[in-house]
């Protein structure tokens, strides 16, 4: 069974400390990884979607990687509003598996 | 531009009622179509999928079904609501069956069931 697991859970930053969020997975046929980010009481919105090792997506202040067995999503000098939840995924075949999410809290 | 809408957008059910979600999709033809349910502090669990109308395949065993009567439609059915039902229920649609169309989701409709 397709697993994925994010880390931390939660983080919390000062503006303009930058830091990274983890996400690693087992799956039989990887066909993407996805980024996504969640506000409070909203649907995800899509971030990224990565294919094979190696590959980097940027987009403003957050730059997505992938291993072969784990991505990481790199927020540089992060303002309040980058404040959700990040959520990554995994497709096999026609099936999305989610990780539970790492919540970040940027403070001002 | 493609847009999803999912109502109600908050709904409050008593234990033992039915239930009926809606989804629809603006500016495409013959999406796949998707519903999650997310509960608190976990990831998004994949319940129903569709690749066509009247096309239906379930992920989890349940009291819920799902129903795809139109191309872009996509609903969400109970007979009787359980406690364990309440949660947040997403929809999600992608562009074909290329194998590597992302998912788009729509803004969710909160269910509480007391």
């Known amino acids: 069974e397709d697993q994925v697991t994010q880390s931390p859970e939660a983080l919390r930053l000062q503006e303009g400390e930058s830091s990274s969020l983890n996400c690693s997975y087992t799956?039989?046929?990887?066909?993407?990884l996805f980024w996504y980010r969640q506000d409070p009481g909203k649907g995800p919105e899509f971030l990224f979607t990565?294919?094979?090792a190696g590959e980097e997506k940027e987009k403003e202040r957050l730059k997505a990687t992938l291993t072969k067995k784990e991505s990481f999503l790199h927020i540089t000098a992060p303002k309040p509003e980058d404040s959700a939840t990040y959520l990554c995924?995994?497709?096999?075949?026609?099936?999305?598996?989610f990780g539970a999410g790492t919540t970040v809290t940027v403070r001002a | 531009s493609q847009t999803i809408h999912q109502w109600p957008a908050t709904l409050v059910q008593p234990v033992g009622s039915p239930l009926s979600l809606e989804c629809t999709v603006e500016?495409?033809?013959?999406?796949?179509l998707y519903w999650y349910r997310q509960a608190a502090g976990r990831g998004l669990q994949l319940l129903f999928y569709?690749?066509?109308?009247?096309?239906i395949s379930s992920e989890v065993p349940q009291n819920l079904s799902a129903s795809r009567p139109q191309d872009r439609q996509f609903i969400l059915s109970s007979k009787k609501l359980l406690l364990s039902d309440s949660g947040f229920y997403l929809c999600?649609?992608?562009?074909?069956?290329?194998?590597?169309?992302?998912?788009?989701f729509g803004p969710g409709t909160r269910l509480l069931v007391l």
């Open positions: 999600a649609w992608a562009p074909g069956t290329s194998g590597k169309e992302t998912q788009y």
């Open positions: 799956v039989s046929g990887l066909r993407g």
């Open positions: 990565l294919y094979s």
């Open positions: 995924a995994v497709r096999d075949d026609y099936k999305l598996s």
């Open positions: 500016g495409t033809s013959n999406p796949n």
């Open positions: 569709s690749v066509g109308i009247g096309q």
